[in-house]
């Protein structure tokens, strides 16, 4: 049994309403035609053209991509190489909406969709239609991801409402406004992916958004539905942590196909039911835009592409410089060096995190000293695996179990060296290529950077 980090984040927490707030529109927006390692859209404007508010901008013409579109009305500004969180640049489109840009109106129900008793089959090219992905850390897209699980007959299709790093709550947030609507998504997944069971999963500092979903449960008189609460403490609220605590397996990849579960974020299911609801594409997701540098710290419907300095103007700016901006959380989150990268369906917190608890000590070499090994809930020695990426011995990395690392930083956190071990693990991965397929895929293997005892 792996020992779970108790991390204290009632104060990251307590700066962060559980209300999700409407700011007005971005005046520009970056939409990248790859998130991470999925194909590629294929642009379908050109530079100059007005587009409105929900309007297809880029075609998933390769299997595996998903469409794009505008989240306002607007002006194609640019088309190229533009910014991107993770790659780096990769093409994308520029939107610039003026003054007022318009919103997304609905435009009901997707009757077509709706329809019949074949949903289950028409919904796959729907989600690719309406550019829907999972909205956690990989962002794989939703059709693909159920097409590869529906082969193995699910029993279970698990929902995960966790926030499980500190200052995000976003999850939280969405349940407690919209609780029916994510139950009504989740019901539209599970029938898509042919599931006998649903299981929602929360944790216990999260008990108020837990017992109202399990309200709208009672109600609805669903006995195929649960909700089930995970500890208050990290990683257990990751994909494969939930899985091992509500199906009693181990953390390792081979739990869901050996279970016959799927699981998907509980932002995607708030999705699924606006796509097939009210026929709105994917353009905007919940975000949590905290840290001790922000005005205001709150929980934003963001429009995707927005830029990161944009989006910290939505909570009233940054009162000082930042020791570090991160995309998601602080164990396994994304450093970023400059203001100018989009949001992404992916991004469930933006982070503008104080210098005085982002302090990185200088390393030292391993001491054996096991607590990273005590630490793993994939059973692996972390530090076996950083030994064998820092002499680029990668198939003894292989061989030592590295494809079961669910990247969680854990290891780092804990580690009295101070090695950046989740960035050798993820060099590793990317140097063993597609054999291994990243949990985070497409992320980069940052430290994490609470100071050593913050919040332990």
């Keep these: 049994m792996f020992r779970a980090l108790k991390i204290d984040d009632k104060k990251a927490q307590s700066l962060v309403s559980w209300a999700i707030k409407r700011p007005r529109a971005p005046q520009s927006v970056i939409m990248p035609l790859r998130y991470g390692s999925e194909p590629a859209a294929e642009a379908c404007v050109e530079t100059g053209q007005h587009v409105r508010a929900g309007e297809k901008i880029a075609d ?67 989600f690719r239609d309406m550019g829907l992905v999972d909205l956690d850390a990989a962002m794989q897209p939703l059709h693909t991801k159920i097409a590869e699980a529906r082969g193995s007959a699910l029993d279970v299709l698990m929902i995960n409402g966790c926030d499980p790093e500190p200052y995000i709550t976003s999850n939280h947030a969405l349940a407690m406004s919209h609780a029916l609507e994510i139950l009504k998504g989740a019901e539209i997944l599970r029938q898509a992916a042919g599931a006998r069971h649903l299981v929602l999963a929360f944790q216990k500092n999260q008990m108020e958004a837990a017992e ?52 998907l974020n509980l932002a995607t299911a708030f999705a699924v039911y606006e796509a097939v609801e009210q026929g709105k594409p994917l353009i905007e997701r919940a975000v949590t835009i905290g840290g001790e540098c922000v005005v205001e710290a709150k929980n934003v419907c963001v429009p995707l592409g927005t830029r990161l300095e944009e989006a910290f103007r939505f909570c009233g700016g940054l009162l000082r410089d930042p020791g570090r901006v991160l995309i998601n959380g602080p164990m396994a989150g994304q450093a970023q060096t400059s203001l100018e990268v989009p949001v992404l369906p992916g991004t469930a917190a933006l982070l503008a995190l104080a210098k005085e608890i982002t302090v990185i000590r200088e390393t030292l070499p391993c001491d054996r000293c096991g607590l990273c090994v005590e630490i793993c809930p994939s059973d692996l020695a972390p530090a076996g695996l950083v030994l064998a990426a820092e002499r680029g011995e990668w198939q003894d990395a292989r061989a030592a179990g590295i494809e079961h690392c669910i990247e969680c930083g854990g290891c780092a956190f804990i580690c009295p060296s101070r090695l950046p071990m989740a960035h050798f693990i993820h060099q590793a991965k990317a140097a063993l290529g597609p054999v291994i397929r990243s949990p985070r895929s497409g992320g980069s293997g940052v430290r994490p950077l609470l100071a050593p005892g913050v919040g332990a």
């Design 60 to 126: 998933a013409l390769a299997p595996g991509a998903v469409n794009r579109h505008a989240p306002f009305a607007g002006k194609v500004t640019r088309m190229g190489y533009l910014p991107h969180p993770v790659l780096g640049e990769t093409p994308g489109i520029e939107i610039h909406g003026g003054d007022f840009p318009e919103s997304f109106t609905s435009a009901g129900p997707a009757v077509e969709v709706m329809a019949g008793n074949g949903r289950d089959r028409s919904l796959l090219p729907f």
């Design 212 to 263: 109202i979903v399990r309200s709208k449960i009672f109600f609805l008189r669903w006995e195929h539905a649960e909700v089930v609460i995970q500890p208050s403490a990290y990683p257990y609220g990751l994909n494969d942590l939930v899985l091992w605590h509500v199906l009693g397996t181990n953390a390792r990849g081979a739990a869901a196909a050996k279970h016959r579960a799927l699981v």
